[in-house]
């Protein structure tokens, strides 16, 4: 066994749902391993709206860094990753003390994992200084405290009614999962404690609005679920806009267009707001951004591409790989095509601009296509149906053209990777399967002299995410996507969707709080205080 200071170097940035699965991964002998990130603990986001009205306790939802690292003889350090310098295999990474004094310092690595999430995507809307959002530890607690407040503040005799009407206002922008859950869970929150804890407040005085800009909320899942999931909302009061755009947050309304349903014009409408949480999609963190900046293959304006080894593009092959939600994997599959013709070229000494393509051979090309681009696998089931669909001349091959346009049309099929704990998580998973065979491969590629070579390729495949479904909780009721199987309903899909995330909670630990905060909020009702 190799020591410590003997093996290679594995810095992983970000503490998130994909450097925590590669970290429960990887064998603890093959590296030497040092995690970077601000927060020294894993949150478990799909349970996070839950902690915003006090359903659950902030703490048992996440699981210290600390002890996740040291069953991997790993270190942690509390800091941000702030740039890299790619050709000196350099991390810059700064940690900001208690004065406000910034210090910096570098850590040098063999291999980087990036996996530093995103942020909310602002779509350019101005005045979201008035806003909420809901991505961390801290969003939750400032979100928590100001329902409470707005509550209190409904309460006082000083308030008057127009006050109050807009305290009891909760304005959600973004129909998505999270802004859904968050209008269950306050939904929830309204009917269970509030009668009992502000009798003062009637509970028809408050409004719940989530305002979306396509025409169904939840409008990633199967029509019919997002079609249910509007029914229950609308049967609950919670007030749908749809094809709803919002153009500016002032400091206690939010301004938007709407199509109305009639004529379809455009009007102008505003909702006033004791709190708003903005929930709106994902872009990059300004780490990931820097990075992108710094290399010229990367063009994707949203993510970090990615070739299907999940390394970085532009970097040295085999240096750096990014995962989660600030990755996405590039299958450029048609523009690879002399790379998967010029070995069969080779064996027929021929060019493979000229090679004409019988059935044989081009079986031969979707094994390596589907080796290469795991993702593809599904689009090259029928490779008969596709030969003859593709062979327009009908002479019997295909020629580099024909199979240009074939592998384009596959490449056009293929979408990108949602931003999810489940895609983060399999990544994880990848790299660190892949990466115990790289370090498995390494003496005998040391003791051969292989230094360079695409070894990923060599040792592994390709990744390719498995959906396994989608699960929403809309308030004493929950919806499963799964797989084109969706189905949806009262409390006993409740207690499924719990039982699923209390399976999938990353320790015995968090199982264990977990059950305490439902056990206690079903018995004592929800903590409603804020400090
Ligand atoms: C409220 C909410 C509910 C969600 N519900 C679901 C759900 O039900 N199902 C689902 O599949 N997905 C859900 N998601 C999405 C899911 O949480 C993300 O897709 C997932 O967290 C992405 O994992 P990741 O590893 O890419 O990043 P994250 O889990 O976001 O982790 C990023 C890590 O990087 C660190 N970091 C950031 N910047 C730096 C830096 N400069 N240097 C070092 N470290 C840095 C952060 O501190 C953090 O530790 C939800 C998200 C939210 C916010």
Redo the contacts with the bound molecule.
């Keep these: 066994m190799l020591k410590q200071r003997d093996k290679p170097k594995l810095v992983i940035?970000?503490?998130?749902?994909?450097?925590?699965a590669l970290l429960k991964n990887l064998n603890p002998d093959n590296y030497h391993i040092t995690v970077?990130?601000?927060?020294n603990y894993?949150?478990y986001?799909?349970l996070?709206?839950s902690a915003t009205v006090g359903t659950l306790e902030l703490r048992s939802l996440v699981e210290p860094i600390r002890r996740i690292t040291s069953k991997v003889k790993g270190h942690f350090l509390k800091?941000?990753?702030?740039e890299v310098d790619f050709s000196a295999k350099l991390v810059e990474v700064s940690q900001t003390l208690p004065t406000g004094e910034e210090r910096r310092f570098y850590l040098p690595y063999d291999k980087l994992v990036i996996?530093?999430?995103?942020k909310t995507r602002t779509h350019g809307v101005e005045g979201l200084e008035y806003v909420e959002f809901?991505?961390?530890v801290t969003d939750a607690r400032k979100i928590r405290s100001k329902v409470i407040e707005c509550f209190e503040r409904a309460c006082l005799p000083s308030t008057t009614d127009e006050e109050r009407r807009k305290l009891l206002s909760f304005v959600i922008c973004g129909g998505g999962?999270?802004g859904v859950?968050?209008a269950a869970e306050l939904f929830d929150m309204l009917n269970e404690d509030l009668t009992l804890m502000y009798p003062k407040i009637l509970r028809n005085e408050v409004s719940v609005h989530v305002v979306q800009s396509r025409s169904h909320i939840l409008n990633t899942y199967d029509e019919a679920l997002s079609r249910y999931a509007e029914e229950r909302f609308a049967r609950d009061q919670v007030d749908v806009l749809t094809n709803a755009r919002v153009s500016k947050i002032e400091k206690d309304k939010v301004i938007f267009t709407q199509k109305d349903g009639g004529d379809g014009k455009i009007v102008t409408k505003e909702l006033p707001f004791g709190m708003c949480l903005w929930?709106t999609g994902?872009a990059q963190?300004?780490?990931a951004e820097r990075i992108a900046g710094q290399l010229e293959l990367q063009r994707n304006k949203h993510a970090l591409e990615t070739d299907s080894h999940l390394r970085l593009l532009g970097t040295p092959l085999g240096d750096v790989y990014a995962?989660?939600?600030?990755s996405t994997v590039q299958n450029n599959i048609a523009s690879h095509i002399t790379e998967f013709l010029k070995q069969i070229a080779w064996e027929k000494g021929a060019n493979p601009e000229t090679l004409a393509l019988d059935f044989g051979m081009w079986r031969n090309v979707a094994t390596r296509v589907r080796k290469r681009f795991p993702q593809a696998t599904d689009h090259l089931r029928r490779l008969d149906r596709l030969f003859e669909e593709y062979d327009v001349d009908k002479s019997g091959t295909l020629d580099f053209q024909e199979l240009k346009e074939l592998l384009g049309q596959i490449d056009s099929k293929l979408t990108s990777l949602?931003?999810?704990?489940?895609?983060?998580h399999q990544q994880?998973q990848y790299l660190a399967r892949k990466f115990n065979k790289l370090a498995q491969a390494a003496p005998g590629l040391a003791m051969n002299n292989v230094t360079d070579g695409d070894v990923d390729e060599a040792v592994y495949k390709g990744f390719e995410y498995k959906h396994f479904g989608?699960?929403?909780y809309i308030g004493n009721a929950a919806v499963f996507d799964l797989n084109g199987m969706s189905i949806g309903g009262g409390l006993i899909f409740v207690y499924l969707w719990r039982s699923v995330y209390f399976a999938q909670s990353v320790s015995i630990r968090t199982r264990m709080l977990l059950a305490m905060d439902w056990g206690k909020r079903a018995l004592f009702g929800r903590d409603l205080m804020n400090f």
Excluded: M
């Design positions: 940035l970000g503490c998130g749902w994909g450097s925590v970077v990130s601000p927060s894993f949150l986001t799909p996070l709206p800091a941000n990753a702030e996996g530093v999430g995103s809901l991505k961390n999962p999270t859950e968050f929930s994902v963190t300004d780490f995962i989660g939600d600030c949602p931003a999810t704990a489940q895609r983060a994880g989608s699960l929403a």
